[in-house]
């Protein structure tokens, strides 16, 4: 079982960044694709980015490239991301979600692993 543990939302002005984080409770981190899922009021759970195992391979969904990164410190049993140009319907609950796999999936029910979620509120 791996405890996923995820923090850094808040509140923001449109145009401003937030950085999430998400520590993960396994000896295996490296082993693992991590990703970031969101899910607005009302609105189903989205993917939003995703990272290899090595860091060699992220995936990003249309709407966030070129203003979300996501990295990983595997030293550190923690995954990044970093939002730039927030805007305000990327107001949401971001989850960070773990796949024992290490493959890229978008559909999150195929992820294994689940943190709480913190909130993002980008205001006008």
């Known amino acids: 079982q791996v405890q996923l543990v995820a923090a850094g939302g808040g509140l923001v002005q449109s145009g401003g960044s937030l950085r999430l984080s998400c520590v993960a409770s396994t000896r295996t981190f490296s082993s693992y694709h991590m990703g970031w899922f969101r899910q607005a009021p009302g609105k189903e759970r989205e993917f939003v980015a995703s990272?290899?195992?090595?860091?060699?391979?992220?995936r990003y969904v249309g709407f966030v490239k070129g203003r979300f990164t996501i990295s990983r410190d595997n030293g550190k049993n923690t995954v990044y991301l970093q939002m730039n140009s927030l805007k305000p319907e990327d107001t949401a609950v971001y989850y960070c979600?773990?796949?024992?796999?290490?493959?890229?999936?978008?559909?999150?029910?195929?992820?294994?692993?689940w943190g709480q979620g913190t909130q993002v509120t980008v205001s006008s």
């Open positions: 979600a773990a796949d024992r796999d290490d493959i890229p999936r978008v559909d999150p029910t195929s992820w294994n692993y």
């Open positions: 990272i290899s195992g090595g860091a060699t391979f992220a």
